[in-house]
């Protein structure tokens, strides 16, 4: 994404999927969030080959909270409507996650720059009247972030961030 690029938030109808879910929490340091999640999506990952569960979508982190106490987030990866829901004992689950009405915003590139992304998503919802500040986030949540694609296979410059603010 270029500094100069507006940002161009679509209206949309997100679908409600069954996913495998694993909820986490860290700090709040850009850094910490970066390792919890990919600690948490590899735990995903290893869950579902061992199981052999395929994908049916891209997965996503769900923000459930963020302030003073830390970050609090659901990793999920959308799985086949047929998979089933006993999983056994675990921190992993299967479960729904709810769709509804809401803003897609699009990052391009690195994931470091989200934070960057987040920032024009804060002004662009001040400039519009859904944000008077910064604490306000709370009334979006949960929102999330879609990856659309693998980073292991693309490159930095080319990847793809959807990010769903709920409107409630």
């Known amino acids: 994404m270029t500094e100069s690029a507006p940002l161009q938030p679509e209206r949309v109808n997100v679908e409600p999927v069954l996913a495998l879910k694993l909820e986490a929490q860290c700090g709040n340091d850009?850094?910490?969030?970066?390792?919890?999640?990919?600690?948490?999506?590899?735990?995903?990952?290893?869950?579902?080959?061992?199981?052999?569960?395929?994908?049916?979508?891209?997965?996503?982190?769900?923000?459930?909270?963020?302030?003073?106490?830390?970050?609090?987030?659901?990793?999920?990866?959308?799985?086949?409507?047929?998979?089933?829901?006993?999983?056994?004992?675990?921190?992993?689950?299967?479960?729904?996650?709810?769709?509804?009405?809401?803003?897609?915003?699009?990052?391009?590139?690195?994931?470091?720059?989200?934070?960057?992304?987040?920032e024009q998503i804060t002004a662009w919802m001040k400039s519009e009247g859904m944000l008077a500040t910064d604490a306000d986030w709370a009334k979006y949540m949960p929102m999330w972030e879609e990856y659309v694609n693998d980073p292991e296979s693309t490159p930095e410059e080319n990847l793809i961030t959807n990010i769903y603010v709920p409107l409630h």
Not at 87 to 109: I, M, N, Q, S
Request: proline share 11%; no cysteine; net charge positive.
């Open 30 to 118: 850009p850094q910490q969030i970066a390792q919890a999640m990919g600690q948490a999506f590899g735990t995903l990952g290893e869950f579902a080959q061992q199981r052999r569960v395929p994908f049916a979508g891209p997965p996503r982190a769900i923000y459930t909270g963020y302030g003073p106490e830390g970050t609090k987030f659901t990793v999920v990866m959308p799985v086949a409507a047929d998979v089933s829901r006993d999983v056994g004992e675990g921190p992993v689950t299967v479960g729904d996650v709810p769709g509804g009405k809401a803003l897609r915003f699009t990052h391009r590139g690195p994931y470091p720059r989200l934070m960057q992304t987040y």
